[in-house]
């Protein structure tokens, strides 16, 4: 793994969510200051990977329902308007189910990867 992300590993759950849930408000303010007309959902991932990686499953669940929210929220803060109410609504959902999406190859990747390191630690014994 990347050196800097493996000094993560050494901090406790509740600081990585924390700094999760910073990085979701950041990004937010970000999102907000710049419109509605740029897109920044990609670096919500940022959040949602850290939580995911370090913390569980539904932790990364949470912080993924934070990034839709904060990202629907600025947009609508910054005077996006929709015709309907079920625009915004469809928004998120397709937004909220991409980053499960995210959320479980993340969780498959974290096992498959703690798995290998078991079989290379078991075999150099």
């Known amino acids: 793994m990347v050196a800097w992300l493996k000094r993560f590993e050494t901090w406790s759950k509740l600081s990585v969510m924390a700094l999760s849930i910073g990085i979701v408000t950041a990004v937010g303010f970000v999102d907000y200051f710049t419109g509605y007309e740029t897109f920044c959902f990609i670096f919500y991932l940022v959040a949602v990977f850290l939580a995911v990686w370090f913390v569980g499953n539904f932790p990364g669940v949470l912080i993924s329902a934070l990034s839709v929210t904060a990202w629907i929220s600025s947009n609508i803060a910054t005077g996006e308007r929709y015709s309907s109410?079920?625009?915004?609504?469809?928004?998120?959902?397709?937004?909220?189910?991409?980053?499960?999406?995210?959320?479980?190859?993340?969780?498959?990747?974290?096992?498959?990867?703690?798995?290998?390191e078991e079989r290379v630690r078991q075999r150099t014994a």
């Open 85 to 116: 109410f079920f625009v915004p609504v469809w928004n998120a959902m397709i937004m909220f189910v991409f980053y499960l999406v995210v959320v479980a190859l993340l969780a498959r990747l974290r096992t498959m990867h703690k798995e290998l």
